[in-house]
């Protein structure tokens, strides 16, 4: 139990991080591929608000906020996946194999989310932004799974 305990807190620390800096890749994507560095985050709301989220660019309540909620809610679901495979180590990860783990969950979830999701259940962004932005997006929640266990590593 202290085991299960430990692994939802770290992912929703892990998975926070995650979020927010991919979220900055997302912006920045946004600016250089449609100059609309809201379009991107808007539209990962298309869960809630249909296709019409992935034609908005500017930033607003209705689809960035929700888009950024949904974003952060999968971000601490991989993250999930991710702590629970580091705590089945005995000793504390070192660095390599913390980003290691962490490339090969944000790649996993690269291929889910990309060629494995139901188009309605997509992240959206990948409509939005070029394949170089979207790699950084990807590259960007892995950083930022792995920089919990990094920051906490010595």
């Known amino acids: 139990m202290k085991t299960l305990v430990r692994?939802?807190?770290?992912?929703?620390?892990?998975?926070?991080?995650?979020?927010?800096?991919?979220?900055?890749?997302?912006?920045?994507?946004?600016?250089?591929?449609?100059?609309?560095?809201?379009?991107?985050?808007?539209?990962?709301?298309?869960?809630?608000?249909?296709?019409?989220?992935?034609?908005?660019?500017?930033?607003?309540?209705?689809?960035?906020?929700?888009?950024?909620?949904?974003?952060?809610?999968?971000?601490?679901f991989w993250a999930l996946g991710y702590e629970f495979l580091l705590s089945r180590r005995k000793a504390e990860p070192?660095?390599?194999?913390?980003?290691?783990?962490?490339?090969?969950?944000?790649?996993?979830?690269?291929?889910?989310?990309?060629y494995c999701t139901p188009e309605r259940l997509t992240p959206g962004f990948e409509r939005r932004l070029g394949k170089s932005s979207l790699a950084y997006v990807y590259l960007a929640f892995g950083a930022g799974l792995a920089l919990h266990a990094l920051l906490k590593s010595k």
């Open 7 to 76: 692994v939802l807190k770290s992912a929703a620390t892990s998975g926070s991080y995650a979020s927010v800096v991919s979220t900055v890749a997302l912006l920045h994507g946004g600016a250089r591929d449609c100059s609309a560095a809201f379009a991107p985050v808007n539209a990962v709301s298309h869960w809630l608000w249909g296709d019409k989220a992935l034609h908005k660019e500017q930033g607003s309540l209705r689809y960035s906020l929700a888009g950024y909620c949904i974003h952060h809610a999968a971000a601490i």
């Open 94 to 114: 070192t660095k390599f194999k913390a980003l290691t783990l962490a490339g090969g969950v944000a790649a996993t979830a690269c291929v889910v989310d990309l």
